[in-house]
């Protein structure tokens, strides 16, 4: 069986599981066993290969900065800091119009900043800010759509985990990718505030008692303040550190950790929480190790079975245009997210695209950045659209239907593909910060 036969054999024998709905760990796993197994032809040699690598995946101390940092934004979660820094930004946006969203938009980036994960700021503003918009007559799509929309920011602002997976399998520098994605983010929040309030402004409407809402003085108390402020100076301390060069990721992440702890203690936390925490985190955590350990298997295979080559040789046959290859990048991304979950996508692309990207002479970083803003995108793309799911699970009004919540996504979802192309061709937005470290 030649290259391309090879090539072809083991992607079809991957979709075909994916569509089965098996697993994508057992996917990756069964089609890495067989096909090393054929090159080598001996099961016994096969097994030994992906024994060591699965071991030589997860060894490295830079693993644990994924449990540490779930750590970190669930004891952030079960300490109610959340709700804490929505009532903060809400009170500081007086007389602006689509008041609530915006501070639904803002308060996603900042608990992005401690989460890392978009599904647990779709989940928390659900429960936070759904029933603030509906007291106020605000339409459902649209407050629908604000939440999961804007909770596409988690996976972008720093610290990611989408980022943290993208540079373990494309052995980039952790600590570069989080200060990479800082710029972007920021300017994919303010591309959403910007829409909302131009929104707000042709139809006030929908945006409910805009008038009554601005007018509204909300009064923080003492601990609704120390709880705000608490997420604002944990995010300087783990991203200040890294930035400056104090922690590295793994540090910052445990360093992230217990300051999260310490204020859960003096917001009063219970135990019982906390310890729902650390379990929620063991939770998050595991599935996405046993990825990485599939990943790394599948990767040997792409390396053994030359399957990379093939794979690069065919995307520049279309020429060696970076955007012509880009597109059909970005168009594989968002039909694999309609299946797939968006770390199973970077599994799944990363160690085929990275290679073609670098030898198109486009920065590593930069390309990182433009794969997570797409994939992030599939999370609002149906049929899966993963963020638009927990949103769902995550209320309990019956008339929040999932087509609501897709239809309100979609000015999101635009917007998200325009940041891909702001740094596709302005690749400056992802790179400059990291090139000060």
């Known amino acids: ?3 391309i036969e090879f090539t072809v054999t083991i992607i079809s024998v991957l979709l075909i599981l994916i569509l089965l709905s098996v697993p994508i760990v057992l996917a990756l796993g069964t089609a890495s066993f067989f096909g090393l197994a054929y090159l080598v032809g001996n099961f016994d040699v096969a097994v030994s290969l992906l024994s060591n690598t699965a071991y030589e995946s997860i060894r490295s101390y830079i693993f644990a900065v994924i449990p540490l940092f779930v750590l970190m934004g669930e004891l952030i979660s079960k300490s109610g800091a959340a ?9 500081s946006l007086n007389k602006l119009p689509g008041r609530l969203s915006l501070a639904t938009v803002i308060g996603n980036a900042v608990f992005g900043a401690v989460t890392g994960v978009s599904i647990a700021s779709a989940a928390a503003f659900s429960r936070i800010a759904y029933p603030e918009m509906v007291k106020h007559n605000y339409n459902k799509t649209v407050a629908l759509g604000s939440i999961a929309g804007s909770a596409s920011l988690g996976m972008l602002i720093p ?8 540079g373990v399998i494309a052995e980039i520098s952790i600590g570069k990718l989080f200060v990479a994605g800082v710029i ?4 994919l929040a303010l591309m959403f505030a910007v829409f909302i309030i131009i929104y707000a402004i042709i139809k006030p409407e929908l945006f409910g008692e805009s008038k009554k809402v601005s007018e509204i003085k909300y009064k923080s108390t ?3 303040l120390i709880g705000a402020m608490g997420v604002i100076i944990l995010i300087f301390v783990v991203l200040g550190g890294i930035w400056f060069g104090v922690f590295t990721p793994t540090e910052s992440a445990g360093i992230g950790a217990l ?7 003096i917001k009063k936390t219970s135990w019982q929480d906390i310890g729902a925490a650390v379990l929620e985190t063991g939770k998050i955590s595991a599935p996405i190790l046993f990825l990485l350990i599939a990943a790394q298997m599948y990767a040997r295979l792409l390396a053994m079975g030359g399957i990379s080559e093939v794979v690069q040789g065919f995307f520049t046959a279309f020429g060696n245009d970076f955007y012509t290859v880009l597109i059909i990048m970005v168009l594989t991304w968002f039909i694999l997210g309609m299946f797939v979950d968006s770390v199973s996508i970077i599994l799944l692309t990363v160690p085929l695209f990275t290679p073609i990207a670098g030898s198109l002479g486009y920065d590593p970083i930069a390309f990182a950045i433009i794969g997570i803003v797409a994939i992030e995108a599939g999370l609002l793309t149906p049929p899966l659209g993963l963020c638009v799911y ?3 699970g995550s209320i309990s009004d019956p008339e929040a239907t999932l087509g609501k919540i897709f239809l309100g996504s979609i000015p999101y979802w635009i917007i998200l593909i325009i940041l891909v192309f702001l740094i596709a061709f302005f690749p400056g937005l992802a790179t400059w ?4 470290m």
């Open 1 to 3: 069986m030649g290259g």
């Open 83 to 91: 709700k804490d820094l929505y009532v903060l930004i809400n009170n």
């Open 222 to 224: 003492k601990s609704e």
């Open 390 to 392: 927990t949103v769902k």
């Open 433 to 436: 910060l990291p090139s000060l």
């Open 159 to 166: 610290p990611s985990i989408l980022l943290i997976v993208w």
């Open 259 to 265: 300051f999260a702890l310490i204020l859960a203690i």
């Open 184 to 187: 972007p983010g920021i300017l």
